[in-house]
């Protein structure tokens, strides 16, 4: 079993930064992937960004590319989600995850473990 604890969440204007930040404990060594996802009201839930803990690859969808930073310096150490420019489009509740086995790091179908998440609003 693996526990995920998101924080860093909050409220900020258009384009400012935020640094969210997901605690992991339990059995963290056994997933090979992370990702932090979101979900907007009325809307699916989306994997923005994916790191993988084999070969330290990033993965993120374009609407983020050059905004969002994912990262971890290792299993033990927290997940980061560094936002920069941020924009009202970004309002979402954010979700970090995590996953053995992943052919698709950007589905969020592949993860097995899901944090309660935490808000970000952007206002304009």
């Known amino acids: 079993q693996v526990q995920l604890v998101e924080s860093g969440g909050g409220s900020v204007q258009a384009g400012g930064s935020l640094r969210l930040s997901c605690a992991i404990s339990?059995?963290?060594?056994?997933?090979?992937?992370m990702a932090w996802s979101r979900q907007a009201p009325g809307k699916e839930r989306e994997v923005v960004a994916c790191f993988s803990m084999i070969d330290r690859r990033t993965t993120y969808i374009d609407s983020v590319k050059g905004r969002f930073t994912i990262s971890q310096d290792n299993v033990k150490n927290p997940l980061y989600l560094q936002m920069n420019s941020l924009k009202p489009e970004d309002t979402a509740m954010y979700y970090c995850a995590a996953g053995r086995y992943i052919a698709d790091c950007l589905r969020v179908t592949e993860y097995d473990y899901w944090g309660q998440g935490t808000q970000v609003t952007v206002s304009s």
């Open positions: 339990g059995n963290a060594a056994s997933n090979n992937y």
